[in-house]
């Protein structure tokens, strides 16, 4: 049977482990929409906007490694462009797929609709190469060679690329069956051979040895390379924000999350004490190395990046972190570690049962809701600042968007990850601003059988803006006020539990009932607007009194 150039690309796509395309319908985009509906073994997952669509496909990429996200020409591509740059920064490999006009009418100086009405129809391809690490708009001639090239780039750098197709190319068959071979990317022997004995010789001589894993360990999938490492060679290993739940923090050897001076004293010591710091794929953002807190010598540090390693002031280059890690694993030498740590996580809750639910009071009984397995998707903000230090069960994984930051990505995310993985429990913790903003995806829980809970924290306004400006009661911090725990059945969950709590009690019942509901949960906790995190805090403390960002 002769295959199409939209039939071989979806057939490309579920090779690579991708079995559901998030997106929203449109006019041009109708042959690949209906190639999609009509592959039994492709799931079409409608989303009520292109933007939720692109952060619900970013949180599938983190579940599963990449994702697909097809959107109309134009109006649609554009959409979704705030959640393909964050994806970018996050190093998530998204396959976005754009339905273009006729090739006819490209090559026409037509005024279409979702165009600008200047005959520029390469123009939002074009506003996309930044976020990209490739892209095509794809032919008959080209499709098969150009799809292997963008598979190629987005698995191994980690990075959205943008697949343009014109309607009428879609259903054409492809020109040849045989794609071009591509020159992938492959370390330097001998300098592999040199860094990983130079890393061994460093951990052999150190005294207070200590690892850092980042979320890149993750985005490659080297998680149990990562531990095998930690493990021989006796390393107790932190993380940043960033990385947080890579690696299992029921691990004995792991001491606890690094926020530079902001938190966590005791793990802050540990580590800018250590004469070596071993650090895996970290990213070294603002948020993430606690307002720029962090203070590790970099002549006592080896820092693992995707295509190069630095370890103290010297670099080297054309060697995969994948291939150093791996020979890592195999040739490092087995010894004890020196001393465990014991992470206390958050404590116990704080708080008489029928008082107002305080920061001390929340977080703790939000730690101790968690279980193992459990799929943590926090929004960006004090929603996520509160869980920083909280301890995870062993194998329960927890998500934020630490870089790019875009307010309300966790709640679509969080449905991307349930399509992902939906037998296992996903936890969605958002303010109730970053909530309103991308709020209707939660609808898809309910349409496609989906069973989370939802903790929505209403704190009467932008709770880390206020944290963050010099006025926290300027007027821009003020929201409306939504009945949140209405949603659900506003929606159409007329079945899941929902409940607004204003105290402890309530707080309790409430997560008990969650545990053990049939269905999915949304509580809405009320808490005052200026009720704000440890991590929150410190930050104002930096921002405002301190009056900027240290550089």
């Not at 870089?403 to 109730?432: H, K, M, N």
Request: hydrophobic share 40%; charged share 20%; glycine share 8%.
């Amino acid at each position: 049977m002769s295959k199409t150039v939209i039939s071989h690309l979806l057939q490309r796509l579920k090779e690579i482990g991708i079995t559901d395309i998030f997106g929203v319908p449109g006019d041009y985009a109708f042959p690949v929409n209906d190639a999609i509906c009509n592959d039994q073994e492709l799931n079409w997952i409608g989303c009520c906007n292109e933007l939720n669509a692109s952060f619900a496909a970013d949180g599938y990429a983190r579940i599963k490694g990449c994702s697909a996200l097809c959107t109309t020409y134009g109006v649609g591509e554009l959409n979704a462009l705030g959640g393909i740059a964050g994806a970018y920064a996050e190093h998530l490999p998204i396959f976005h797929i754009v339905g273009m006009p006729k090739h006819s009418i490209l090559e026409g100086n037509n005024i279409m609709h979702h165009t600008l009405g200047n005959g520029e129809f390469d123009l939002f391809h074009k506003m996309v190469q930044p976020v990209v690490c490739a892209s095509s708009i794809l032919t008959p001639e080209n499709s098969v060679s150009e799809i292997e090239r963008l598979i190629n780039a987005a698995l191994t750098q980690k990075m959205p690329v943008y697949i343009g197709i014109p309607a009428d190319f879609a259903l054409m068959e492809i020109g040849c069956s045989k794609p071009h071979p591509i020159s992938k990317q492959t370390s330097d022997a001998e300098t592999l051979a040199t860094v990983v004995q130079v890393i061994i010789d460093k951990i052999d001589n150190a005294l207070s040895p200590v690892a850092v894993v980042g979320t890149l360990i993750g985005r490659y999938d080297l998680r149990s390379e990562t531990q095998q490492i930690i493990e021989k060679a006796g390393l107790p290993f932190t993380s940043m924000f960033m990385g947080k739940g890579t690696l299992s923090e029921s691990h004995p050897n792991f001491i606890g999350v690094y926020c530079g001076n902001l938190l966590a004293e005791d793990v802050c010591e540990i580590v800018e004490d250590s004469d070596l710091v071993i650090s895996f794929g970290t990213i070294r953002s603002d948020i993430n190395t606690g307002a720029f807190t962090i203070k590790i010598n970099p002549i006592g540090e080896i820092n693992i990046h995707p295509d190069h390693v630095h370890v103290g002031r010297a670099t080297y280059e054309n060697v995969l972190i994948q291939d150093v890690i791996t020979a890592l694993g195999k040739k490092i030498k087995v010894r004890k570690i020196k001393e465990k740590h014991q992470v206390q996580g958050l404590g116990n809750p704080q708080g008489a049962a029928t008082a107002e639910i305080t920061p001390e009071s929340l977080y703790p009984r939000i730690e101790k809701f968690f279980r193992t397995g459990d799929i943590i998707m926090a929004e960006t903000g004090t929603a996520s600042m509160g869980l920083v230090t909280a301890k995870l069960p062993d194998e329960a994984t927890f998500y934020n968007q630490t870089l790019w930051g875009s307010i309300g990505w966790a709640t679509p995310a969080a449905f991307g990850a349930a399509v992902a993985a939906p037998d296992r429990r996903v936890i969605l913790i958002t303010g109730e601003g970053a909530h309103q903003l991308t709020v209707q995806e939660i609808s898809q829980f309910g349409r496609f059988g989906l069973k989370p809970v939802i903790l929505c924290l209403n704190n009467d306004g932008y709770l880390i803006e206020r944290m963050l400006c010099e006025d926290p009661y300027i007027y821009y911090n003020d929201l409306a006020q939504w009945n949140y725990s209405k949603l659900p059945d506003a929606f159409g969950m007329t079945d899941w539990f929902a409940a607004k709590v204003v105290n402890n009690q309530q707080l309790d019942e409430s997560l008990d009932i969650a545990t053990k509901a049939d269905s999915g949960s949304y509580i809405e906790i009320v808490t005052d607007k200026m009720a704000a995190s440890e991590m929150a805090l410190a930050l104002n403390r930096i921002v405002v009194n301190g009056k900027g960002w240290k550089e």
